[in-house]
T-cell receptor, first 113, second 113 residues
Framework: DARVTQTPRHKVTEMGQEVTMRCQPI?????VFWYRQTMMQGLELLAY????????DSGMPKDRFSAEMPDATLATLKIQPSEPRDSAVYFC???????????FGPGTRLTVL | GEDVEQSLFLSVREGDSSVINCTYT??????LYWYKQEPGAGLQLLTY?????DMKQDQRLTVLLNKKDKHLSLRIADTQTGDSAIYFC?????????????FGTGTRLTVIP
């Protein structure tokens, strides 16, 4: 059955290292969202793509975060260099423009030591 | 900007009804959503309501919208232990669908057997 996949599911890294998280949206979906979930801030939208073009990345710290869609089947979120405050669960979601539902992946739990 | 608020915790006994409340500030909201997050998983859409509706019922779920007071509620009838999860209210002002969702902090529902 169709679902959003994310890799890795868990990542532990040391401060200063580069982290790359990957997302495979549901085939045929043309919108992709990256969210970050923490206890303190809740669920925050980091970036939003439509037809692979970034539409809104205002929620993303630009100095260290970058989000791309190399092709329609892959979205990436990179953090370089990573910091302990980046520790969170990062969710990818995909959907169809003009539809009512975003389909969430299982998330990547990132721990930066 | 948009602000969506929820109480953080709710406990109910199995078989009772649960009512989860949400308030939002943006009067131009077009769609309002309830998402469910089970432990270790991503968010899953439960139901949504268009802003020109007052009520929507789907099996054990009843959504009530008071647009004047900007208040949304989710009632779960005959609450089961499997309903234990975090419930997120979300709103969108996008006329075309589920883009640019703004999520509340989530309400953790605990069902006591």
């Amino acid at each position: 059955d169709a679902r959003v996949t994310q890799t890795p599911r868990h990542k532990v890294t040391e401060m200063g290292q580069e982290v790359t998280m990957r997302c495979q949206p549901i085939l045929g979906h043309n919108t992709v969202f990256w969210y970050r979930q923490t206890m303190m801030q809740g669920l925050e939208l980091l970036a939003y793509f439509r037809n692979r073009a970034p539409l809104d990345d205002s929620g993303m710290p630009k100095d260290r975060f970058s989000a791309e869609m190399p092709d329609a089947t892959l979205a990436t979120l990179k953090i370089q260099p990573s910091e302990p405050r980046d520790s969170a669960v990062y969710f990818c979601a995909s959907g169809l423009d003009q539809a009512f539902e975003q389909f969430f992946g299982p998330g990547t739990r990132l721990t930066v030591l | 900007g948009e602000d969506v608020e929820q109480s953080l915790f709710l406990s109910v006994r199995e078989g009772d009804s649960s009512v989860i409340n949400c308030t939002y500030t943006d009067s131009s909201s077009t769609y309002l959503y309830w998402y469910k997050q089970e432990p270790g998983a991503g968010l899953q859409l439960l139901t949504y309501i268009f802003s020109n509706m007052d009520m929507k019922q789907d099996q054990r779920l009843t959504v009530l919208l008071n647009k004047k007071d900007k208040h949304l509620s989710l009632r779960i009838a005959d609450t089961q232990t499997g309903d234990s999860a975090i419930y997120f209210c979300a709103e969108s002002t996008d006329q075309t669908g589920a883009n640019n969702l703004f999520f509340g902090t989530g309400t953790r529902l605990t069902v006591i057997p």
